[in-house]
T-cell receptor, first 109, second 115 residues
Framework: QKEVEQDPGPLSVPEGAIVSLNCTYS??????FMWYRQYSRKGPELLMY????GNKEDGRFTAQVDKSSKYISLFIRDSQPSDSATYLC?????????FGAGTRLTVKP | GAGVSQSPSNKVTEKGKDVELRCDPI?????LYWYRQSLGQGLEFLIY????????KSGLPSDRFSAERTGGSVSTLTIQRTQQEDSAVYLC?????????????FGAGTRLSVL
């Protein structure tokens, strides 16, 4: 079993839709949670990070962590074509960082 | 200043040749990481450097892979006797330090193709 499981998609939605991206992890030692966005032929860029269970909101993006279920989510409201990218979840404990395989998202105008 | 810089952006090589990939981290960042990203796969950790400490080489897939970091700044990842399965995007990241709160910032990567 991988440390982090993420559905690779691809996921295609119409502009304006609410997008839900999810990951599960197996080791409760990981305490820091991140979402990275990666455009084609670019490096991953940090989108959101959180430490605690619950929701963290930043504009159209909401990161949700449920430590009891070892489940993390990223919600994108009012999705735009510019949101089309691969989204990678990541979990971290000290220097140990693990990434999901990434979900490829396409938002169609 | 500028972000993490990697060169070359693309590298095509023949099987059996050696390649060197370069990473210039964000100024002041003491930690530097190398990852490999294959199609449809997550980022695979290769090696990380923290200050003057011995590097963590636990992710290097074979002894054909090595990396060094000179003067605590620029790093070079070397792959000897390249194989076709080495074809991937090699990403470098840097962070201010280590520990939970230190975020890694990535370069654009080097796309390596081994023919």
């Amino acid at each position: 079993q991988k440390e982090v499981e993420q559905d690779p998609g691809p996921l295609s939605v119409p502009e304006g839709a609410i997008v839900s991206l999810n990951c599960t992890y197996s080791n409760s030692a990981f305490q820091y949670f991140m979402w990275y966005r990666q455009y084609s032929r670019k490096g991953p860029e940090l989108l959101m990070y959180t430490y605690s269970s619950g929701n963290k909101e930043d504009g159209r993006f909401t990161a949700q962590v449920d430590k009891s279920s070892k489940y993390i989510s990223l919600f994108i409201r009012d999705s735009q074509p510019s949101d089309s990218a691969t989204y990678l979840c990541a979990i971290k404990f000290n220097n140990d960082m693990r990434f999901g395989a990434g979900t490829r998202l396409t938002v169609k105008p | 200043g500028a972000g993490v810089s990697q060169s070359p952006s693309n590298k095509v090589t023949e099987k059996g040749k050696d390649v060197e990939l370069r990473c210039d981290p964000i100024s002041g960042h003491t930690a530097l990481y190398w990852y490999r990203q294959s199609l449809g796969q997550g980022l695979e950790f290769l090696i990380y450097f923290q200050g003057n400490s011995a590097p963590d080489k636990s992710g290097l897939p074979s002894d054909r892979f090595s990396a060094e970091r000179t003067g605590g700044s620029v790093s070079t990842l070397t792959i000897q006797r390249t194989q076709q399965e080495d074809s991937a995007v090699y990403l470098c990241a840097s962070s201010l330090g280590t520990g939970d709160g230190n975020i890694q910032y990535f370069g654009a990567g080097t796309r390596l193709s081994v023919l």
